[in-house]
């Protein structure tokens, strides 16, 4: 009967919607977890919410998430009215919980319950938050914000029913969605595929390439794929970048495909012109790739190969330094092609900023090829941002993207979804705050899609995904708290919104769990992503240096993007 029920909602809904042209705002069909709770989507029913419009200057919208279920509730204030912005949290009506902890803090107690609502506080007083937002401060635009369109996602796209896999795209890219702009996908194969592959793997030792005259129909049942994700989504301008895995296993040192194993010099050109081909080809299709990278983590074929057993191929920094100046730089900068962006480095924050001097001192113009750089976020925990502000301060034009994550890749985690975890979104949520904070452009997450297990792929390299489909029984997908944390980010930033200063004052012991980043939007709004970690409710009071003082109240454990002009 639910499910009856929430397919005649979103049918009435969707009518409403198209007669009278208001904002989308279908709820979200929550479902609990053992982990927590996710949002459940099937053909006819899935949660959307249209972009918030401020009508007037003095308008506010709230948008939240929290533990306790709510995704994308709206909460309207009026700014005029000088009263504070009360968002209500999720209320559950079962009245049995667990207790996972009681934490102590000065004398006052409250118990840390999971899987219900966290209203239950022993003498606990809510405290207040004080945040200044300077306007006339500014930094960084932001523009990227998407995910990784894999063999395994393409795989697992295909196997769905049509109108679910239209939910998918419409719920990455759609507006009404979380509004993602680009993917990132591999140059022949990668980790996330059925088995290894790659361009012309035979013949061997061919540096004419010449039997890389077609795109594979891998590759071809994607473009199809993302032809339609483009119809779905009505976005036209939506960016491919792409990275190759691994070289033939002709070009390399130890001809396999992993393990250690670098690019033999004498196809330093043959493998520029790959990626040239990959270019020519994709174009011929009618999906221009607006950038590459230099290779996706060149350390795995060097220092990674004890514990990473997919496609990978070695770099050194003056090798690649190298390969950079000499051959992809002058191949790609020559041809029909040269607008498409070159990003550096492609591997993990702990190589910055050493590698890009190493390139520099191998071949000094190396890193004049290079339009961005590209840093994956799988040792951040234990990396601290300090490394990617010394690079940025020593290279301040190159764009700087985050373009790879994923969680339940590390030996303490578990290995695949926790279906409806907060605390992977909580992760994701503290993320993409402090990489935003340090300057980055954009942010693009790993696999779009996986199935229950976190695969498939050839290695059994299980992870999470913001969205889990239903591969068993294929008639529903899942999208979980990481989704939302994303969409917090990715919805309500159009491009060239410009990060501006946004300062927690009272920074304190009591508010380690408080996060706040904020832009300028380009209609000149404001958006500020709040996040509070802490299992009470806290009070914010906003310094705005245009609009002055606004005061909001916040669930625990939650997360806000706060809209205001």
């Known amino acids: 009967m639910k499910e009856i029920l929430h397919c005649f909602l979103f049918a009435l809904i ?56 709510l995704r994308f509730k709206q909460t309207v204030g009026d700014l005029s009215s000088g009263e504070p912005i009360l968002v209500e949290d999720q209320q559950f009506t079962d009245e049995n919980f667990k207790a996972d902890a009681i934490v102590v803090d000065e004398n ?87 088995e290894p592959w790659a361009y012309n793997e035979l013949p061997r030792n061919d540096k004419e390439l010449s039997n890389f005259t077609a795109l594979d129909p891998r590759d071809l049942q994607k473009i199809e794929q993302i032809k339609r994700l483009k119809t779905i989504a009505k976005i036209d301008n939506l960016k491919i970048m792409a990275a190759a895995w691994s070289a033939p296993t002709w070009m390399k040192t130890n001809e396999r495909w992993t ?37 996706n983590e060149p350390l795995n074929g060097v220092i990674g190969f004890f514990f990473v057993h997919f496609m990978s191929m070695g770099w050194t920094p003056w090798q690649q330094a190298i390969w950079l100046n000499d051959n ?54 234990l990396i601290g941002p300090q490394t990617i502000e010394q690079a940025h301060a020593e290279m301040p034009d190159k764009m700087l993207l985050n373009t790879e994550s994923c ?17 992977r979104g909580e992760s994701y949520m503290k993320a993409y705050t402090q990489d935003f904070r340090y300057n980055f452009n954009g942010w693009l997450d790993w696999n779009l899609v996986l199935d229950e297990q976190g695969g498939p792929n050839y ?54 769990q408080l996060s706040v980043v904020g832009f300028q939007r380009p209609d000149g709004s404001v958006a500020l992503i709040l ?27 939650s997360w806000h993007t706060v809209l205001y002009k």
């Open 14 to 69: 969707a009518g409403v919607v198209a007669s009278q042209k208001i904002q989308v705002e279908i709820p979200c069909n929550l479902r609990e977890t053992s982990h927590g709770s996710v949002c459940v989507c099937n053909s006819t029913y899935c949660d959307y919410l249209g972009q918030p419009e401020l009508t007037d200057n003095s308008k506010i919208v709230v948008i939240s998430s929290s533990k306790d279920g």
């Open 108 to 194: 006052r107690a409250w118990l840390q319950l999971s899987n219900i609502s966290q209203r239950l506080f022993i003498n606990s007083a809510v405290k207040t938050a004080r945040i200044s937002v300077k306007r006339e401060q500014r930094f960084q635009n932001v523009s990227v914000f998407g995910g990784a369109f894999t063999g395994t996602v393409s795989h697992l796209l295909k196997k769905l029913p049509k109108d679910l896999q239209d939910h998918v795209y419409r719920s990455y890219f759609h507006p009404d969605g979380i509004a993602y702009n680009t993917i990132r996908t591999s140059i022949g194969g990668c980790d996330f595929d059925l």
């Open 259 to 295: 393990g250690f194993g670098t690019l033999r010099s004498e196809y330093y050109q043959t493998w520029a012109n790959y990626h040239l081909k990959f270019l020519e080809l994709m174009q011929a299709e009618n999906m221009p790739i607006w950038a590459i990278s230099t290779g």
């Open 328 to 381: 992809l730089g002058p191949t790609i900068r020559n041809s029909a092609h040269s607008q498409v962006l070159i990003f550096g480095n492609d591997d993990q924050r702990y190589t910055y900023p050493s590698w890009f001097r190493k390139m520099r001192s191998s071949r000094g113009n190396s890193l004049s090829y290079l339009d961005g750089l590209a840093v994956h976020w799988y040792w951040d925990e």
């Open 407 to 423: 969680i339940g890749d590390k030996p303490w985690q578990t290995h695949g979804p926790e279906l409806g975890s907060w605390q």
């Open 459 to 512: 290695i059994n390299n299980f992870v999470d995904a913001p969205i889990i489909v239903n591969a068993s029984s294929r008639n529903e997908f899942y999208k979980q708290p990481i989704y939302y944390a994303i969409g917090h980010f990715s919805k309500f930033l159009p491009e060239e919104s410009v990060r501006i200063e946004t300062t927690l004052e009272n920074q304190t012991n009591l508010f380690t």
């Open 531 to 557: 996040y509070n970690g802490q299992n009470l409710p806290v009070d914010v009071a906003l310094n705005d240096s245009q609009r002055g003082a606004i005061n909001l109240r916040l669930p625990p454990r």
